[in-house]
């Protein structure tokens, strides 16, 4: 079984730009949820999408978006890059019948923000 | 609101020796308790969870971590540590609430010297 995919896995871009991250759960998962890690601040929840819908959203500003698609691969969306938005940008997906927190992550899209 | 602390942002051992990480966590409800390990340049692997049945959790690799109520503690465990398990492991909590948000801790690097 596949795992968590993210693409792209590392990207360089420049403040104002924008960028759109991909993932792709596993098979049979609906739940996606993304997370931010940076030295400085940790991991910290995003949003949580399940059957094409957010369900849950953290403490970010609205530069920062997501949405997903009905075969439960999902995107996430940053508008505006300022240099505070280079970080590992992680994937999780979860199964119908996990307990919540129960995640299963990818490997991440590393931003660096120029 | 939720919320760990993780104590020792750093834990260095020998081979061999008892691997002990802390985390000690603050919930107004019963938590659902993870621990993850990240090593470099990947995501997080899930490495035990507590979900309120027994209070000592077996986990993945030979890691195991009790849940005390009395000190709000779910410390992670290794009797004898390995060089592969130099990583990065995180304390999280979640609600039941049948969401996928987790709250981290900040991180234990954990060193093994031969």
């Known amino acids: 079984k596949a795992g968590v995919t993210q693409t792209p896995r590392y990207l360089i871009k420049t403040r104002g730009q924008q960028v759109t991250l991909s993932c792709s759960p596993i098979s049979g998962h609906r739940s996606v949820s993304w997370y931010q890690q940076t030295p400085g601040q940790g991991l910290q929840f995003l949003f949580e999408?399940?059957?094409?819908?957010?369900?849950n959203k953290g403490n970010f500003p609205g530069r920062f978006s997501g949405r997903q698609f009905s075969n439960s691969r999902s995107e996430m969306n940053v508008s505006t890059l300022e240099l505070g938005d280079s970080a590992l940008y992680l994937c999780?997906?979860?199964?119908?019948?996990?307990?919540?927190?129960?995640?299963?992550f990818g490997e991440g899209s590393r931003l660096t923000v120029l | 609101a939720q919320s760990v602390t993780q104590l020792g942002s750093h834990v260095s051992v020998s081979e061999g020796a008892l691997v002990l990480l802390r985390c000690n966590y603050s919930s107004s409800v019963p938590p659902y308790l993870f621990w993850y390990v990240q090593y470099p340049n990947q995501g997080l692997q899930l490495l035990l969870k507590y979900t309120s049945a027994a209070t000592l959790v077996k986990g993945i690799n030979g890691f195991e971590a009790e849940f005390k109520k009395s000190e709000t503690s779910f410390h992670l465990t290794k009797p004898s540590a390995h060089m592969s398990d130099a990583a990065e492991y995180f304390c999280a909590v979640s609600q039941n609430t049948g969401f996928q948000k987790l709250v981290f801790g900040t991180g234990t690097r954990l060193l093994v010297s031969p």
């Open positions: 999780a997906s979860s199964s119908d019948r996990a307990v919540a927190g129960e995640l299963f």
């Open positions: 999408y399940f059957s094409e819908t957010q369900r």
